[in-house]
């Protein structure tokens, strides 16, 4: 994989920098923190999505709301464009956007992959390698060239494990230990302990049949008691029934002797009040006598109680006939003396009526007014603001399109011709950047092919290597100046086109942000504003139309409201004695005609003349006057009342006779029922002692019987209990005896993965077979590259000796240690041994590498020694690496050393990181 082209915006310290790489040599020179290593994390970012340092929102430039990194590389003869956009959410938060990666065929970027997940699977899978091995391969941070050879062997060997990977296997060996091990250990214990339940449950489970046997006895002689309570309990009932009986019969006969001694008892009480019945009915034969004449008079008494009575209710009757007939009179003078006022009033009443009516719908028309008002005023602030919008607008319109427009049509005229002749330009640009990148594609194939004519004629000896032929070696050297003018020629030439490429692509941004400015632009905005003012005026008009027709109802309002206060006036005057006239108009018409009411009274007035005249002869005859009436009256109904009760007394003389007779009979029968019932008592010969005594004792049987029966169902719960416990206690052991064999399967496979681990983990298994044979591919890759660099050593040793790992050089002198190295050959070795490590993880498919400060350890000879090697070896035909990155703040040293092809220099500046080309061209 080749880097050919990196793009930052808002990434880190860079605020806009594109970069054009390609094959050979790159340094990036700058001082520390000018943004130098912000390019390998952008790379780092754009293909595998992470930062390789520090959170997501450390990528995002400070004060920038999002960060965007776009990296083109090149695979086999395949170009992708890896691109990535974050953006920031929330205050110390942020997200990958967007992820998107493109091919490109034909010039083009075609969308090959979406998804930020499925995009890093992709490049993963197209440059053959993991973020974890690519970033230990290709990436070599600050300081690790000559760690290698700078640390104790010890360290050394750690290292070398960690960079090759064999490091894992130790993880491994631990993890076994800490996660697997130990977790079948545990499971181990965990059966031992249950095996170990197993035992204890089976000692329990026979000493509970050794307790359920002696329980089981127990019940035995339980029962045996029991049946014997049983038994004597039994014969005391029956002897009891016994009892029970006689005491029933007992209860039966000793009520009814109560009962018929009581009823005895109650005959003769009844037969003694009958006595003195009929003594008194003799006294009321006598009193009887003296009441008849008494009670003759109370025929005339009640006649002229009634008389009376039907005097005062004709009195009574006669008395509101005649109120009625002088209300009757009063209130036809009344209505006769107002009848023109209340005429008049009722004329005032009915305009006054309509006046209101008049009022109330000049008010309810009007009523609408305030809001009116209050919709005007609001509307000419809606105008006022939709004129300051529309004013505004134009401006803005006129500052971008640096012209004074009025309107939108001439916005929308102005912008058309604007975009058109902006769309022109850039087609234009398009066509010129086309050309000059056929041109610069031209000019790299034809000065890579003159400096490989170059680099072929130095070291020509007597063969031309372009045609073969003999060549001396006047003609080698002018053949050679030949070529160096050419590339001279070439590279200015590249220059130029690429410098006008620069401009031309500027151009292009530039225009390509006029155009999206000028087509943000939206005339139509304008036009719906004017569009909006309009339909306000016309609001505005219509609502000021109905304010003055509204106005005028005002005055009419005004006039009427005047008319009905006089009128409210004159009806307050006349308003006393309308309410008069009415009132007695009213009456009038709920009383009857006066010709009624006299006919009422006529014969009223004759029916109480007559009833007069009949009570003065009733009360002659009795020699009494009208108000003793009633005192008399009820003199004569008291001793009549009692006259007929007496009456009554009499009569039931025959009655109390005969049952005077029947309770005498009836009692003599209630004494012959006594004296049998006595004797039937003697014979039961019940002792109530006797039977009290025998309950005791068979209520003390049965609480023993109880106590017994309770004690037989304590036991048989026992027994159950036991029982039960019994069940499952063997259904524990019989759950448990699976855990016998699973313990012996957990302890065979226990040992099973112990012996895997010391054999295949440990670092003495398969880690140690593994690195035997990763050894002599380092060896021969670190051969390799040491031919390459020009220096004595031409071979290495990697020397495993237990936990230590030596270093060996080879030179034609012999082997020599590390610490026996001049400056020169300690970096040339160390830099072999890294790339070597790098090929192997790579699987000898490295095309870059990336040296983050490689020479920050190193004095200023071991730096020009490294220099030194680089430029000896990657700058030679058979460079090992296709691609190198060198990011240091040695900028000098690089510069003067000749070494790389291109220099892009960083600094630091308000904005952010600036980047500039110093000197060489990128091979695309």
């Given at each position: 994989m080749i880097i050919e082209r990196v793009s930052l915006e808002n990434f880190i310290s860079h605020s806009k920098t594109d970069i054009l790489l390609g094959p050979g040599i790159i340094a990036f020179v700058g001082p520390n923190?000018?943004?130098?290593?912000?390019?390998?994390?952008?790379?780092?970012?754009?293909?595998?999505?992470?930062?390789?340092?520090?959170?997501?929102?450390?990528?995002?430039?400070?004060?920038?709301?999002?960060?965007?990194?776009?990296?083109?590389?090149?695979?086999?003869?395949?170009?992708?464009?890896?691109?990535?956009?974050?953006?920031?959410?929330?205050?110390?938060?942020?997200?990958?956007?967007?992820?998107?990666?493109?091919?490109?065929?034909?010039?083009k970027r075609i969308p090959y992959v979406r998804d930020p997940k499925q995009v890093t699977k992709a490049i993963e899978e197209i440059i053959e390698s993991s973020e974890k091995v690519f970033s230990t391969a290709v990436f070599v941070k600050q300081g690790e060239i000559d760690k290698i050879l700078r640390m104790p062997p010890a360290e050394r060997k750690k290292l070398i494990d960690k960079l090759i990977g064999l490091d894992k296997y130790e993880k491994a060996y631990q993890l076994m230990k800490d996660a697997v091990i130990s977790h079948f250990e545990e499971k181990l214990r965990e059966l031992e302990g249950k095996i170990e339940t197993l035992e204890r449950l089976e000692e329990k489970l026979e000493e509970l049949r050794r307790k359920l046997r002696e329980a089981e006895k127990v019940r035995e002689e339980v029962r045996a008691e029991v049946e014997e309570y049983r038994?004597?309990?039994?014969?005391?009932?029956?002897?009891?029934?016994?009892?029970?009986?006689?005491?029933?019969?007992?209860?039966?006969?000793?009520?009814?002797?109560?009962?018929?001694?009581?009823?005895?008892?109650?005959l003769e009480d009844s037969a003694r009040r009958i006595r003195e019945e009929l003594k008194r009915?003799?006294?009321?034969?006598?009193?009887?006598?003296?009441?008849?004449?008494?009670?003759?008079?109370?025929?005339?008494?009640?006649?002229?109680?009634?008389?009376?009575?039907?005097?005062?209710?004709?009195?009574?009757?006669?008395?509101?006939?005649?109120?009625?007939?002088?209300?009757?009179?009063?209130?036809?003078?009344?209505?006769?003396?107002?009848?023109?006022?209340?005429?008049?009033?009722?004329?005032?009443?009915?305009?006054?009526?309509?006046?209101?009516?008049?009022?109330?719908?000049?008010?309810?028309?009007?009523?609408?007014?305030?809001?009116?008002?209050?919709?005007?005023?609001?509307?000419?602030?809606?105008?006022?603001?939709?004129?300051?919008?529309?004013?505004?607008a134009l401006i803005e319109f006129s500052k971008r399109l640096k012209v004074r427009i009025s309107s939108s049509s001439e916005a929308l005229s102005i912008i058309r011709e604007r975009l058109s002749k902006l769309r022109e330009d850039y087609k234009k640009i398009e066509k010129e950047l086309h050309v000059l990148n056929t041109r610069i594609g031209e000019l790299n194939s034809a000065l890579r092919i003159h400096r490989e004519n170059v680099s072929m004629l130095q070291s020509a000896k007597g063969t031309c290597p372009l045609c073969k032929q003999p060549l001396r070696e006047e003609d080698r050297l002018k053949h050679l100046r030949r070529e160096e003018e050419i590339v001279k020629k070439l590279v200015v030439e590249t220059l130029k086109a690429k410098a006008k490429l620069r401009d031309l692509e500027a151009r292009r941004i530039q225009l390509d942000k006029t155009i999206k400015r000028i087509e943000a632009l939206n005339p139509t905005?304008?036009?719906?504003?004017?569009?909006?003012?309009?339909?306000?005026?016309?609001?505005?008009?219509?609502?000021?139309?109905?304010?003055?027709?509204?106005?005028?109802?005002?005055?009419?309002?005004?006039?009427?409201?005047?008319?009905?206060?006089?009128?409210?006036?004159?009806?307050?005057?006349?308003?006393?004695?309308?309410?008069?006239?009415?009132?007695?108009k009213k009456m009038l018409s709920q009383m009857r005609k006066?010709?009624?009411?006299?006919?009422?009274?006529?014969?009223?007035?004759?029916?109480?003349?007559?009833?007069?005249?009949?009570?003065?002869?009733?009360?002659?005859?009795?020699?009494?006057?009208?108000?003793?009436?009633?005192?008399?009256?009820?003199e004569a109904r008291s001793k009549s009342i009692e006259l007929e009760k007496l009456k009554a007394e009499i009569l039931r003389e025959d009655s109390v006779r005969r049952d005077l007779e029947r309770l005498e009979k009836e009692i003599s029968k209630s004494k012959e029922n006594i004296e049998e019932y006595k004797s039937k008592i003697e014979k039961l010969s019940y002792d109530e002692a006797l039977h009290e005594e025998l309950k005791k004792i068979v209520e003390d049987i049965r609480g023993k019987l109880g106590e017994k029966e309770r004690e037989l169902a304590a036991v048989e719960g026992e027994i159950r209990i036991y029982e039960s416990s019994i069940e499952d206690v063997e259904r524990e052991i019989r759950e448990l005896k699976p855990s016998v064999k699973e313990g012996e399967k957990v302890r065979s496979f226990l040992s099973f993965l112990k012996t895997i681990r010391e054999k295949v983990y440990h670092r003495t298994g398969l880690p140690q077979t593994l690195r035997r044979k990763v050894i002599p591919l380092l060896e021969r890759k670190s051969r390799q590259l040491l031919e390459t660099?020009?220096?004595?050593?031409?071979?290495?040793?990697?020397?495993?000796?237990?936990?230590?790992?030596?270093?060996?050089?080879?030179?034609?002198?012999?082997?020599?240690?590390?610490?026996?190295?001049?400056?020169?050959?300690?970096?040339?070795?160390?830099?072999?041994?890294?790339?070597?490590?790098?090929?192997?993880?790579?699987?000898?498919?490295?095309?870059?590498?990336?040296?983050?400060?490689?020479?920050?350890?190193?004095?200023?000879?071991?730096?020009?020694?490294?220099?030194?090697?680089?430029?000896?070896?990657?700058?030679?035909?058979?460079?090992?690496?296709?691609?190198?990155?060198?990011?240091?703040?040695?900028?000098?040293?690089?510069?003067?050393?000749?070494?790389?092809?291109?220099?892009?220099?960083?600094?630091?500046?308000?904005?952010?990181?600036?980047?500039?080309?110093?000197?060489?061209?990128?091979?695309?």
């Amino acid at each position: 994989m080749i880097i050919e082209r990196v793009s930052l915006e808002n990434f880190i310290s860079h605020s806009k920098t594109d970069i054009l790489l390609g094959p050979g040599i790159i340094a990036f020179v700058g001082p520390n923190g000018a943004g130098k290593t912000s390019v390998l994390d952008g790379i780092h970012y754009a293909l595998f999505g992470r930062p390789c340092r520090g959170n997501l929102i450390d990528l995002v430039k400070k004060g920038a709301s999002r960060a965007r990194v776009e990296v083109e590389f090149s695979v086999g003869g395949d170009r992708y464009i890896a691109r990535r956009e974050i953006v920031v959410e929330r205050k110390g938060k942020a997200s990958c956007r967007e992820a998107i990666l493109f091919k490109v065929e034909n010039g083009k970027r075609i969308p090959y992959v979406r998804d930020p997940k499925q995009v890093t699977k992709a490049i993963e899978e197209i440059i053959e390698s993991s973020e974890k091995v690519f970033s230990t391969a290709v990436f070599v941070k600050q300081g690790e060239i000559d760690k290698i050879l700078r640390m104790p062997p010890a360290e050394r060997k750690k290292l070398i494990d960690k960079l090759i990977g064999l490091d894992k296997y130790e993880k491994a060996y631990q993890l076994m230990k800490d996660a697997v091990i130990s977790h079948f250990e545990e499971k181990l214990r965990e059966l031992e302990g249950k095996i170990e339940t197993l035992e204890r449950l089976e000692e329990k489970l026979e000493e509970l049949r050794r307790k359920l046997r002696e329980a089981e006895k127990v019940r035995e002689e339980v029962r045996a008691e029991v049946e014997e309570y049983r038994g004597k309990l039994a014969d005391l009932e029956s002897k009891l029934k016994t009892l029970e009986a006689k005491r029933e019969e007992y209860n039966r006969l000793r009520p009814l002797l109560e009962a018929e001694i009581g009823k005895m008892r109650s005959l003769e009480d009844s037969a003694r009040r009958i006595r003195e019945e009929l003594k008194r009915i003799v006294e009321a034969k006598m009193r009887a006598a003296e009441l008849v004449k008494e009670a003759e008079k109370l025929p005339l008494l009640e006649e002229a109680e009634r008389l009376s009575g039907k005097i005062d209710l004709l009195e009574a009757r006669l008395k509101p006939l005649r109120r009625e007939l002088e209300e009757l009179e009063y209130y036809e003078r009344v209505v006769g003396e107002l009848e023109d006022k209340a005429k008049k009033y009722e004329e005032a009443t009915v305009l006054l009526e309509e006046k209101r009516a008049i009022v109330e719908r000049l008010r309810g028309e009007t009523s609408a007014l305030d809001n009116i008002r209050g919709e005007i005023e609001e509307i000419e602030e809606k105008i006022r603001r939709k004129e300051e919008e529309i004013e505004e607008a134009l401006i803005e319109f006129s500052k971008r399109l640096k012209v004074r427009i009025s309107s939108s049509s001439e916005a929308l005229s102005i912008i058309r011709e604007r975009l058109s002749k902006l769309r022109e330009d850039y087609k234009k640009i398009e066509k010129e950047l086309h050309v000059l990148n056929t041109r610069i594609g031209e000019l790299n194939s034809a000065l890579r092919i003159h400096r490989e004519n170059v680099s072929m004629l130095q070291s020509a000896k007597g063969t031309c290597p372009l045609c073969k032929q003999p060549l001396r070696e006047e003609d080698r050297l002018k053949h050679l100046r030949r070529e160096e003018e050419i590339v001279k020629k070439l590279v200015v030439e590249t220059l130029k086109a690429k410098a006008k490429l620069r401009d031309l692509e500027a151009r292009r941004i530039q225009l390509d942000k006029t155009i999206k400015r000028i087509e943000a632009l939206n005339p139509t905005q304008i036009s719906v504003l004017e569009g909006e003012l309009g339909e306000l005026r016309e609001s505005w008009r219509k609502l000021l139309d109905e304010k003055n027709r509204l106005d005028a109802k005002i005055a009419e309002l005004r006039e009427a409201e005047t008319e009905n206060m006089e009128l409210e006036k004159i009806l307050d005057e006349l308003r006393g004695e309308w309410e008069a006239y009415s009132f007695a108009k009213k009456m009038l018409s709920q009383m009857r005609k006066r010709e009624l009411v006299e006919e009422e009274i006529k014969p009223i007035e004759e029916e109480l003349k007559k009833a007069v005249e009949r009570l003065g002869e009733i009360l002659g005859k009795l020699g009494i006057s009208r108000d003793s009436i009633r005192k008399q009256l009820d003199e004569a109904r008291s001793k009549s009342i009692e006259l007929e009760k007496l009456k009554a007394e009499i009569l039931r003389e025959d009655s109390v006779r005969r049952d005077l007779e029947r309770l005498e009979k009836e009692i003599s029968k209630s004494k012959e029922n006594i004296e049998e019932y006595k004797s039937k008592i003697e014979k039961l010969s019940y002792d109530e002692a006797l039977h009290e005594e025998l309950k005791k004792i068979v209520e003390d049987i049965r609480g023993k019987l109880g106590e017994k029966e309770r004690e037989l169902a304590a036991v048989e719960g026992e027994i159950r209990i036991y029982e039960s416990s019994i069940e499952d206690v063997e259904r524990e052991i019989r759950e448990l005896k699976p855990s016998v064999k699973e313990g012996e399967k957990v302890r065979s496979f226990l040992s099973f993965l112990k012996t895997i681990r010391e054999k295949v983990y440990h670092r003495t298994g398969l880690p140690q077979t593994l690195r035997r044979k990763v050894i002599p591919l380092l060896e021969r890759k670190s051969r390799q590259l040491l031919e390459t660099f020009n220096l004595p050593i031409n071979d290495v040793k990697l020397v495993e000796d237990g936990e230590k790992f030596e270093i060996i050089a080879v030179s034609p002198e012999g082997e020599r240690g590390v610490d026996s190295l001049s400056g020169g050959e300690r970096i040339a070795l160390a830099l072999a041994i890294r790339m070597a490590v790098a090929f192997t993880i790579m699987g000898g498919k490295l095309d870059t590498m990336m040296l983050d400060e490689p020479t920050i350890h190193l004095d200023e000879e071991r730096k020009r020694d490294f220099i030194n090697i680089i430029r000896s070896s990657f700058t030679s035909h058979s460079r090992p690496l296709p691609q190198l990155l060198i990011i240091t703040h040695d900028r000098e040293l690089i510069e003067e050393s000749g070494a790389v092809d291109v220099i892009y220099s960083f600094k630091r500046s308000s904005l952010g990181t600036v980047v500039e080309q110093l000197i060489g061209v990128v091979e695309q």
